[in-house]
Nanobody, 119 residues
Framework: QVQLVESGGDLVQTGGSLTLSCAAS?????????MSWYRQAPDEQRVLVAR????????YYIDSVKGRFTISRDTAKEMVYLQMNGLKLEDTGVYYC???????????WGQGTQVTVSS
């Protein structure tokens, strides 16, 4: 069964840290796709925050998180992480894990986890 389940979202003060986790059951082991984190703020479109390749190389960070966020993956555990430091109010939103399209698999999305940064 293919399933992406995010966790780790919370309410945190500005300057704080969170680590988001994505359990990509049946996805990484079967398809080994690039994996991404997206964020959707209230009344805004979902945007790509960070992406990591199948061999573990981060390939993209949105400018606003560079130097503060780190994406990583543990292929053996089928997990993807987003370490978020120095959180800002504008980091607030629902964070989604996504497995990227490959020639042999479609994209998959998780259900999202809420991150709220307060002053």
């Amino acid at each position: 069964q293919v399933q992406l389940v995010e966790s780790g979202g919370d309410l945190v003060q500005t300057g704080g840290s969170l680590t988001l986790s994505c359990a990509a059951s049946g996805v990484i082991s079967r398809f080994n796709p690039s994996m991404s984190w997206y964020r959707q703020a209230p009344d805004e479109q979902r945007v790509l925050v960070a992406r990591i390749t199948s061999d573990g190389n981060p390939t993209y960070y949105i400018d606003s998180v560079k130097g503060r966020f780190t994406i990583s993956r543990d292929t053996a555990k089928e997990m993807v992480y987003l370490q978020m430091n120095g959180l800002k109010l504008e980091d607030t939103g629902v964070y989604y894990c996504k497995s990227e399209l490959t020639p042999w698999s479609p994209t998959y999305w998780g259900q999202g986890t809420q991150v709220t940064v307060s002053s």
